[in-house]
């Protein structure tokens, strides 16, 4: 009898179920909306990073239709043989225009675009000098580059410095920084760090996927609230959390754009968006464009939910963005928070190690511009209610 060579995993997860880390999938049951049905429940969604409402926007759901009925359902090849759409195209430009920079590429998704750009222009020789917190998508990215690691603690910019100053000044060097933490809703040192990349000739890059819709004018993201345009080489931007659809892209320098064409692996090797996703795209930057109250409305709610929090006594981090996270301590006390908020209908999900540093575990909410007040009021009265029964506050 053949011996199941898997058989190993079931005992890691038996190890995450004693840990009380293991989790099931919830499963939307309506439209991803501020109040939708997990699970079957009814709940207050502070849990999706659908900041402006745009996944169900009339404007971006009939652009969606109409270029299923003009192009289709799929783009039937990768960009680089028979996948490049006119539409593909046009959203790229609609992007480099928005984003005040010389040309964008669009890939996939965010992971994608980081992933696929940093292995693209780094080799062996280089190095990335990165924020400890930095995500996922840039670590993996790094390390298909095969380019040296170093790793600065979270936004410590004087401890950057010194990294740098040890390299030798002949080394390619790539200095990369999230705009907005994922997990902490605080801001990368923009500022600091361009003055750096400049100091020691870094090409200078920012994950702007939490900013992208969300900060700058009209949400142009972290480069434009900090008004470092020009100073930063490379942004990388989200189409699949503000912007309400799927995607990621680079805007940058005509050449490196073209570069990436070239070298970017999901750019040469996995097929392109369906003209549907990119049509949704551009309308979504038609709606940034000609509805920036939207991006009010989610400040608004961001600094109403936020006071409410703090009056609580919760612990809220340093949070600078509609992201707050609720801290918990360890790993199984953040999931039985986010547990018990469910069951009084409140989706806010638990997040623990390896996501976060183990003893850093907490529910992450993130407010949306389409939640009423009540809807927040009913959350803010649900974690009062089950945060001192836990003893948070
Ligand atoms: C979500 C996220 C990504 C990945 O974006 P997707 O479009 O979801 O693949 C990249 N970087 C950061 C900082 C993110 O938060």
């Avoid at 169900?56 to 039937?76: C, M, N």
């Avoid at 931007?237 to 070298?263: E, N, P, Q, W």
């Avoid at 968006?273 to 949704?280: F, K, L, N, R």
């Avoid at 190690?353 to 529910?363: G, I, L, Q, S, Y």
Wanted: net charge negative; aromatic share 8%.
């Amino acid at each position: 009898m053949r011996v199941d060579p898997l058989a190993f995993l079931s005992t890691e997860l038996d190890h995450l179920r004693d840990q009380g880390l293991y989790r099931s999938l919830r499963i939307l049951d309506s439209r991803q909306e501020a109040s939708s049905t997990f699970d079957g429940k009814a709940v207050v969604n502070l849990s999706s990073n659908n900041y402006l409402g745009l996944t169900t926007h009339p404007k971006l759901v009939e652009a969606a239709i109409q270029a299923i009925r003009d192009f289709g359902v799929g783009s039937g090849s990768v960009r680089t043989i028979a996948g490049t759409m006119a539409i593909h195209m046009e959203l790229e430009q609609r992007l480099a225009a928005f984003k005040k920079t010389e040309a964008v590429v669009v890939f996939q998704s965010g992971f994608a675009a980081n992933a696929g750009t940093v292995s693209a222009l780094l080799t062996k020789d280089d190095v990335v000098i990165s924020d400890a917190l930095n995500h996922a998508s840039i670590i993996d990215g790094c390390r298909l580059s095969r380019a040296g690691i170093k790793v600065f603690p979270h936004k410590d910019v004087a401890a950057a410095r010194t990294i740098l100053q040890d390299l030798p000044t002949s080394q390619r060097k790539l200095l990369i920084t999230d705009g907005v933490f994922s997990m902490d809703g605080d801001i990368g040192p923009l500022p600091g760090l361009c003055d750096l990349a400049e100091e020691f000739g870094c090409i200078m890059m920012v994950d702007d996927a939490h900013a992208s819709g969300v900060f700058g004018a009209n949400g142009r993201g972290t480069v434009d609230h900090f008004g470092m345009h020009g100073r930063v080489d490379i942004q990388v931007g989200t189409l699949s959390k503000a912007m309400g659809a799927l995607g990621g892209y680079v805007a940058g320098s005509r050449d490196f754009i073209d570069f990436l064409y070239h070298r970017a692996r999901p750019f040469l090797f996995s097929t392109s968006h369906p003209p549907s996703v990119a049509a949704t795209c551009i309308a979504a930057v038609d709606v940034l464009e000609q509805e920036p109250e939207i991006i009010e409305r989610l400040w608004e709610n961001t600094r109403f939910f936020k006071a409410g929090l703090a009056s609580l006594g919760f612990d809220t981090g340093l949070s600078e963005s509609p992201i707050t996270p609720v801290m918990a301590g360890e790993g199984s006390r953040a999931m039985d928070l986010s547990d018990r908020l469910f069951k009084e209908g409140v989706f806010a999900q638990g997040i623990a190690f390896p996501t976060v540093a183990k003893d850093k575990a907490r529910v992450r909410t993130i407010v949306t511009a389409t939640h009423t007040n009540d809807e927040l009021q009913y959350a803010l009265d649900a974690f009062k209610k089950v945060g001192s029964e836990l003893g948070l506050i």
